[in-house]
């Protein structure tokens, strides 16, 4: 396992366009904490992001996990406090030989990318979408210009989430109700994002930080920090 990789997942939960709107506002959290940390940081796909840099993995893998928030959504005209989640996988880069992907059992799909990137990216099918059969799991990557190097980037995505898969599975298998943290178990609510009380708490490690406006904006060492320090 890569300690210097990781790809973070963020998907919405119930709640509709606030959950979404929510689901990018975490993922643009973390891009701006990698900024400020000097990793470099990619954004793959709509939904996912690789993160790059010394130990980043061993930093960023207790983020997976349920993140609640507690606001008013912008399309709320009442001012009545809405309480919407998003999940974070965070997912190691996992080498060939430690999970095996037969070729006949992926489906791929090169398509033409759309969003930023110039005129180039929409008139070339770059980007990539891969379905693997076994599972039903889908990924796709579009973040490099390139067909071959964006399907390089998604079959280790996909490789990652069988090994996230098969974690899960054996946890329930071991019957493990600890908490596992950093496993991409994504049912677990970790944090809640507190605005009007301007107030972010771990529940995990019971500790809770004001200024939730910085943290928002990417300044979120004092949190990881903390999380790293519980688990010495």
């Known amino acids: 396992m890569n300690q210097d990789v990781v790809i973070l997942e963020f998907r919405p939960g119930p709640g509709g366009e606030e959950a979404r709107n929510w689901a990018l506002d975490l993922m643009r959290m973390y891009i701006r904490y990698g900024a400020i940390s000097g990793w470099k940081v990619e954004q793959i796909s709509d939904n996912a992001i690789r993160v790059r840099g010394p130990q980043v993995f061993t930093r960023l893998q207790y983020e997976a996990g349920t993140h609640r928030v507690q606001r008013v ?26 999970v095996t992907i037969r070729p006949e059992d992926i489906v791929f799909e090169a398509y033409r990318a759309g969003g930023k990137g110039g005129q180039n990216v929409n008139k ?109």
């Open 73 to 98: 959504p912008t399309t709320e005209r009442s001012g009545r406090i809405h309480t919407s989640t998003a999940t974070i996988a965070a997912l190691p880069e996992i080498p060939e030989t430690e």
């Open 124 to 232: 070339v099918s770059s980007a990539v979408r891969i379905r693997h059969v076994p599972s039903g799991m889908v990924v796709t990557c579009q973040t490099e210009r390139d067909q071959y190097q964006n399907r390089q980037v998604a079959m280790s995505m996909l490789r990652a989430k069988l090994w996230e898969a098969e974690e899960m599975k054996k946890s329930l298998v071991l019957s493990d109700n600890r908490s596992i943290i950093g496993r991409g178990m994504r049912a677990e609510k970790i944090r809640t994002y507190n605005f009007p009380q301007n107030r972010l708490t771990d529940h995990r490690i019971n500790k809770s930080w004001h200024n939730l406006d910085d943290i928002i904006e990417g300044k979120l060492s004092k949190v990881t920090d903390a999380l790293l320090a519980s688990q010495a």
